[in-house]
Structure formats: C-alpha cells, structure tokens
C-alpha cells in the first residue's frame, strides 16, 4: 500500500547525505540555513520539516553504525558553519560531544529526543534506549522539536517547517495504521523477537510483541556477549519456541548466526536497527523503514 500523497507537502529537496565526507561545502553561500544532523534518522526527519529551505549535512549516513563512530574534519567543519545541529542526545551520537567542543558550537545544538517517553534498555534500570524513532508516536515528538527549532532560527519559513511537520504526521499516523495490520497478521503465539542486540523496544513495545532477548547485551552494539549470556539465551529460544533470531544490516551476525544453528532456528540479518536504507532503497525514510521492518518481521514470524 502506498502512502496517501499530501497536496500540501513542500517538496523535499535533494539534500546532500554525508557520512563524515559530504560532498556539499557547509562554507557555501547559498542563502539557505546550514543545518547538521547527527545521524541518518535524524537527517530525515529534518529533511521532512526543512525541505528545500534548508543545506543539510548529515554526519553518520546511511548503513554505518553510530554506535562507533567518529566525527572527521569534515564534520568539524560542517558544525562550525551550522546554524544548527540536531543530536538524538541518548548516548546514540556521544562522539558529537568532543566534536561540539572542537567546534565552538554548544549553544547550536537540539536534541530532538526532549519530550519522548523513554523506556529503559535490556537489562539496566537507569540507560535509556536511544532507538526512539522506532515507535512513530515518538517520532512525532521528534517532528515538532525540529519545526520549532528551524522556526526559532528562520521566523520567515517557520510556518512552512510547521505545515511540513503537520503534513509528515499525518504520514506517520497513516504508517502506524499500516504496521498495527501487518503485525496483526502474525499469530499471537510466533510473536517472539530474539534480536541481535537491544534496538526494536519500542517496536515491540508499539505493536504488542513480546521480547525474549539479544545477543549482545544492552542498547550499543558495542556491548560484549560472555560464554553464560550465549547459554541463557540459547537455552531461552528452545524454552520460548523462538522462530527467528533477528539482526541488522549494520551489525556483526556472527555470532547470532551461530545461536541460530545450535537452535535450528533461522536467521534474518537485514532489518534496520540503528540505520536507514541507502537511496532508492524504499527504506531511506523513517516510514519508509518502518514498514519495511514490519513486512520483514511479518514475513519471518508466520
């Protein structure tokens, strides 16, 4: 099903994604407001609102883990020359900080997360989970964060980031719909998620799917997996009839891979976790990501 098409959506321009290399030079003078996104999924989002009246750069583009990225000179420039910088601000982008520094640019930063009922990560009571873009309730928090923000810094245009804020909820609204179906369609007892590591709470949490565990540990990529927590799950999957063990485009399945086969269970190592698609690829929006993971999980789990 396609989207339904709003007449009134300003038409989004062809902004350069970068990913530590943008191609466009944040010192070019072209009337636009500079504005920097810390990763793919935000660069998104602040694409939706700012439209062609923005030059964006993107730092972590699309298909590259945040969780251990680091900022270049090119980053560093793209900040210095921003009027401002959109950060998630849940540990997901961290290497931001030491960049900001560098770069003079505290006062520019927003953290588009402000207001997002946050849950907390596999295993711990104080991290939060940075995934938020993964339910499109909190995305539509985010959405507003960004209009007001460009508002604030070009009053000429803010009623057009607002009236393409207004137009990429009823988007989301219009995808949640969509999802709530496809995963309806899954019998309530295959609706077990093993995931490679702790990035879908908020999936799960939306459209009533029942966690069993990750891989590695935690809502980083970066966590380790010791010999125990390989046995408690492996022996979690065979208890709970776990059908599938998921994992994303950007991580390591190898291990994953390897809990599968002591299973007997299948693998799916495709699923957008802490990035987007490539251009092209359907999956380069947040909707479009969305849905492509529900039709994913829907697929594997019936």
């Not at 709970?240 to 994992?247: A, R």
């Not at 693998?267 to 479009?288: C, F, M, R």
Request: hydrophobic letters at 40%; aromatic letters at 4%.
């Amino acid at each position: 099903m396609r989207l339904v098409t709003l007449t009134f959506v300003v038409l989004v321009s062809l902004a350069t994604v970068g990913c530590g290399n943008s191609t466009s030079s944040p010192d070019a003078s072209d009337g636009k407001l500079r504005v920097v996104a810390t990763t793919v999924q935000i660069g998104a989002l602040v694409r939706e609102v700012g439209a062609d009246k923005i030059d964006l750069v993107i730092l972590v583009g699309p298909g590259v883990d945040p969780h251990d990225y680091e900022a270049t000179t090119d980053d560093l420039k793209a900040i210095k020359a921003s009027s401002v910088v959109f950060a998630n601000g849940l540990g997901l982008d961290s290497f931001l900080a030491k960049a900001i520094n560098s770069a003079g640019g505290k006062d520019k930063v927003v953290t588009v997360t402000d207001g997002v009922k946050l849950r907390s990560a596999q295993g711990t009571e104080s991290e939060n989970d940075p995934h938020v873009w993964h339910n499109p309730e909190n995305v539509k928090v985010m959405i507003d964060n960004i209009a007001n923000a460009l508002g604030k810094r070009d009053g000429a245009n803010a009623a057009i980031y607002k009236a393409n804020a207004t137009a990429y909820t009823i988007v989301l609204d219009d995808t949640d719909r969509q999802i709530r179906s496809i995963i309806d369609s899954i019998p309530q007892a295959n609706r077990k998620m093993v995931t490679n590591h702790d990035a879908f709470g908020y999936f799960i949490d939306r459209y009533g799917l029942t966690f069993v565990g990750a891989v590695i540990p935690g809502s980083s990529t970066q966590g380790e997996t010791s010999p125990k927590d390989i046995a408690n799950l492996t022996s979690l999957i065979r208890q709970e009839g776990v059908k599938v063990i998921f994992s994303e485009n950007t991580v390591d399945p190898k291990v994953a891979r390897e809990i599968a086969k002591d299973t007997g269970v299948r693998i799916i190592d495709d699923l957008y976790g802490d990035s987007l698609g490539e251009p092209g690829s359907g999956a380069e929006t947040i909707h479009g990501m969305l849905l492509a993971n529900a039709k994913r999980i829907s697929e594997a789990l019936k």
